[in-house]
């Protein structure tokens, strides 16, 4: 069991029919057909959508968001229409909206990976491999891979693992010709956004996209870059061989799992409300990370 510790109710506005709750975000719909995104500062782990919100999150993932598209608008198109708050919106929903196309999704999640941590170690322990493709021998937690891999999953409904698939099998869902342009554009922005993190002394090792199709054209959705939807790291505390230090909900882990939290995580239980403490030291991370990546002060 898992999913919402306590599921929002959506907020109503005049012209807009409300769609979907999802893990962090609330998805509209205009009367042009347009979709409008309203990012949330909820926040999730281990399956769950915690009862304690994080002040600034939703705005902190839009502004990054927006500021990624732009970095890779030559790559690749994206989804956002207009940052204007539609009419009859909440004062709150300010800087963490985002009115996009309409697009056909793919229904793939589209990971890319530098480095060697998560659900890709396990694999790898295992058969050393990640989503069928063959790694070299010797690799431990944190280790850079010999090039960037394109591993994608299938995506999950809320509080439901995401499920690492092969290449093969997207295709068989896809079709070859999509399958290879989800890769290609993958792999594209992953090294663009890997080698702007390095200059800011963050390691992106590893990350997720969403497409979707706009007629033929294959264009960039959701979120991008977002310490919600990659693994950043500190590059001068990298160490393969451990877990590394992130800029993301490390610190809600951690302390989830620690004594202090008494909660147990193999338990049907939902997780308990975050400490003041833990909920100032996620929000510094976030904030944090948009500062080093962007090269503007948060505000």
Not at 151 to 164: I, L, Y
Request: with cysteine.
């Amino acid at each position: 069991m898992s999913g919402f510790v306590e599921k929002p109710e959506p907020i109503q506005v005049p012209g807009l029919v409300h769609l979907h709750t999802g893990k962090v975000r609330e998805l509209y719909q205009n009367e042009a057909g347009d979709l409008v995104m309203v990012a949330s500062d909820r926040i999730s782990a281990y399956d769950w959508v915690l009862p304690t919100e994080i002040p600034d999150k939703g705005r902190i993932l839009t502004q990054l968001s927006l500021w990624w598209f732009d970095q890779l608008a030559d790559l690749v198109p994206n989804h956002v229409l207009s940052t204007e708050l539609p009419e009859g919106a909440p004062a709150d929903w300010a800087g963490r909206t985002l009115v996009c196309k309409s697009l056909r999704m793919v229904p793939v999640e589209c990971v890319a990976r530098g480095y060697l941590t998560g659900s890709g170690l396990a694999e790898y322990d295992e058969s050393r491999t990640v989503c069928g493709l063959a790694l070299p021998e010797g690799l431990v937690d944190g280790s850079e891979l010999p090039a960037p891999i394109f591993t994608p999953a299938t995506k999950a409904a809320v509080g439901e693992h995401d499920e690492n698939v092969s290449y093969e099998e997207v295709a068989r869902q896809v079709g070859a010709d999509t399958a290879a342009r989800l890769r290609q554009a993958t792999l594209a922005a992953y090294s663009r956004a890997r080698d702007i993190a390095r200059d800011r002394g963050i390691i992106l090792a590893d990350t997720k996209f969403e497409f979707g199709f706009e007629g033929d054209r294959l264009v960039l959705a959701d979120e991008v870059l977002t310490p919600d939807s990659s693994r950043f790291w500190p590059a001068d505390q990298w160490q393969p061989g451990r877990a590394q230090p992130s800029y993301d909900k490390q610190f809600v882990r951690d302390w989830l799992t620690s004594p202090e939290s008494g909660w147990d995580r193999g338990s049907e239980q939902p997780p308990p409300p975050l400490p003041q403490q833990v909920v100032e030291a996620t929000r510094a991370k976030y904030v944090e990370a948009y500062e080093r990546l962007t090269g503007t002060a948060w505000s």
